[in-house]
């Protein structure tokens, strides 16, 4: 929060919102900016829904975000978030038992790039959240001209493979770098809690 104090961010794009955990957590350490978040799960869209019902700036749509418009199926895990559109390695399914797949659900999916005039319609300093299990660099193919408008991007990414087709760490920040951008903060946010060994963190980069 004190990052985005910093850089003066008064609209976040939340990708892959879940249930609005994020939102919720900026709300309740003081952010009183627009939020936009996007959610494919049916089951996960209906409590956002009703959880930004109640924020006039909270703002949400039931869709992933991707490379490319059109339609897709996600594969939908036991606890809900980490569910994917790519497919669970055995590693993750080993350290996190109750993240396995029980059901796919067919999603639609949109780009960044084509809904980006119609949430931002003036100059604005954009925090860019984007928690998707592996389908980070999509949505950021997605993006390609939004992103000369973001300042900082927030994403979670693997030390080691989880999802079948995910980026590496390395060609995340090398990805990244491509952009313009460069890790400001990294976060723990997956390990393996019998072993301690940790398989994700949160990077936040922000332009040069």
């Given at each position: ?15 892959g ?19 936009h ?44 978030f ?7 390695l ?37 925090w ?14 997605g ?19 989880l ?9 995340m920040i ?20 019998a ?14």
């Amino acid at each position: 929060m004190k990052q985005m104090e910093s850089f003066g961010n008064d609209l976040v794009l939340d990708v892959g919102a879940n249930a609005g955990q994020f939102g919720q957590e900026l709300r309740e350490a003081g952010y009183r900016g627009d939020i936009h978040s996007f959610e494919p799960l049916d089951d996960a869209f209906a409590i956002l829904a009703q959880t930004a019902a109640r924020d006039a700036r909270w703002n949400v749509k039931n869709c992933a975000l991707g490379a490319e418009r059109g339609e897709s199926v996600i594969h939908v895990s036991n606890n809900s978030f980490s569910s994917s559109l790519l497919g669970m390695l055995p590693t993750h399914e080993e350290a996190a038992p109750e993240s396995k797949y029980v059901r796919d659900q067919k999603i639609s999916v949109e780009t960044l790039d084509h809904l980006f005039p119609d949430i931002v319609s003036r100059k604005r300093s954009i925090w860019l959240k984007i928690d998707t299990q592996g389908f980070e660099n999509q949505v950021i193919a997605g993006a390609k001209r939004s992103l000369a408008q973001i300042d900082t991007v927030q994403m979670e990414v693997s030390l080691t493979p989880l999802y079948d087709g995910a980026l590496s760490i390395e060609q995340m920040i090398s990805m990244m770098s491509s952009h313009g951008y460069c890790i400001v903060d990294v976060e723990p946010e997956f390990c393996d809690q019998a072993t301690g060994r940790l398989f994700q963190v949160n990077l936040t980069f922000h332009r040069y």
